[in-house]
């Protein structure tokens, strides 16, 4: 009766180990690939944001500038479309933008290093 009582013991603590051993590989794994994920497409939506905002608020005669470098990522292309900005990001290509509302005419320009959006 000892003995059984020994097995069922030792039994469950493999159990456990292997439980937790699975928990831990689990974690890190989710831990290694919760930054990289979503991180271009978080960075892409913050930039288009940030842009659409400024549009909105800006007022003819303003321009500011996007560089291609820049905390967010590689900006490879920078276009208005429908009322909507779009951004592509380290390649990664804007789905459906972000809309702004601005009363005035805005144009996109491309420089060596930046684009320059203008508002007439």
């Not at 974690?27 to 905002?53: S, Y």
């Not at 800006?58 to 291609?68: H, L, R």
Request: proline share 2%.
């Amino acid at each position: 009766m000892v003995r059984k009582i020994n097995k069922r013991g030792g039994l469950l603590n493999q159990v456990i180990v292997h439980v937790v051993l699975i928990g831990i590989i689990l974690g890190l794994f989710l831990f290694a690939t919760a930054g990289k994920i979503n991180a271009r497409g978080v960075r892409q939506q913050v930039l288009e944001k940030e842009i659409a905002l400024l549009i909105d608020v800006a007022v003819p005669g303003m321009s500011f500038e996007i560089s291609k470098e820049n905390r967010d990522g590689l900006v490879s292309e920078v276009e208005l479309s429908r009322g909507n900005i779009f951004i592509t990001v380290d390649g990664l290509r804007s789905a459906k933008g972000y809309p702004y509302f601005s009363k005035y005419a805005v144009s996109v320009e491309e420089e060596d290093d930046k684009f320059i959006v203008r508002i007439r």
